[in-house]
């Protein structure tokens, strides 16, 4: 991953070199994230799929560079500068992991009245399971990922290129999975998936 976000860099780098349009700008916002566990069998025991809800407050920056040649069109990256900590509820609350690096490329296209859309791509890095005594993580995926679709309102320019914005965005995660060994039975894959739904407001610079 770190190859294709220096890729990633690259591009914005030349565009922004090449055209010198664009936008800087901050988000804060709101996020719910609704996860789907599925069910598994470990040893004897069967256990059910799951489904749990977690909110929390977010921030992150921005840029977005224009496309010339289409009036309002633009290809921007996000860049969350926070960590998020995950923790299991029950017995293994000790077991977790981390996730950060979550940044989105994307497309937007913003219309002459201040309404815009946006598709794009996110991904997040997933570090290393922390586990109880009683499980050894034997293989686990290392991102988080999942195509993201927004829509959103940019406010007139309020003096000296700046603007606002109201957003709200969908992302659909992809399936993660991890295999351990635990309760006498090695090799036990245990899969979830995801989709995070967030608002937020921003102020943007052009540039």
């Known amino acids: 991953m770190k190859?294709?976000?220096?890729?990633?860099?690259?591009?914005?780098?030349?565009?922004s070199t090449a055209y010198s349009a664009g936008m800087v700008g901050i988000k804060l916002g709101v996020g719910e994230i609704d996860a789907d566990g599925?069910?598994?069998?470990?040893?004897?025991?069967?256990?059910?799929?799951?489904?749990?809800?977690?909110?929390?407050?977010?921030?992150?920056?921005?840029?977005?560079?224009?496309?010339?040649?289409?009036?309002?069109?633009?290809i921007g990256l996000e860049y969350v500068p926070l960590e998020a900590k995950i923790r299991l509820d029950g017995k293994e609350s000790g077991t977790g992991a981390t996730v950060?690096?979550?940044?989105?490329?994307?497309?937007?296209?913003?219309?002459?009245?201040?309404l815009y859309g946006?598709?794009?791509?996110?991904?997040?890095?997933?570090?290393?399971?922390?586990n109880s005594n009683s499980t050894s993580v034997d293989s686990q995926d290392d991102s988080l990922q999942g195509p993201m679709a927004g829509i959103g309102f940019q406010t007139p320019e309020f003096g000296n290129g700046i603007f606002g914005r109201?957003?709200?965005?969908?992302?659909?995660?992809?399936?993660?999975?991890?295999?351990?060994?635990?309760?006498?039975?090695?090799?036990?894959?245990?899969?979830?998936?995801?989709?995070?739904?967030t608002l937020s407001v921003s102020i943007a610079k052009s540039f």
């Open 3 to 15: 190859k294709l976000l220096i890729i990633v860099s690259s591009i914005l780098f030349f565009t």
């Open 38 to 74: 599925d069910a598994y069998t470990s040893g004897s025991t069967s256990y059910a799929a799951s489904s749990k809800s977690k909110d929390s407050e977010y921030g992150a920056i921005f840029a977005e560079f224009s496309i010339p040649s289409v009036d309002g069109l633009s």
């Open 100 to 114: 950060d690096q979550y940044k989105t490329l994307y497309v937007q296209y913003v219309t002459a009245a201040g």
């Open 118 to 130: 946006k598709i794009g791509y996110s991904h997040a890095d997933i570090g290393s399971i922390t």
């Open 166 to 197: 109201l957003e709200a965005t969908y992302t659909d995660f992809d399936d993660v999975s991890v295999t351990t060994t635990s309760n006498g039975s090695a090799s036990v894959k245990k899969t979830g998936n995801g989709e995070m739904t």
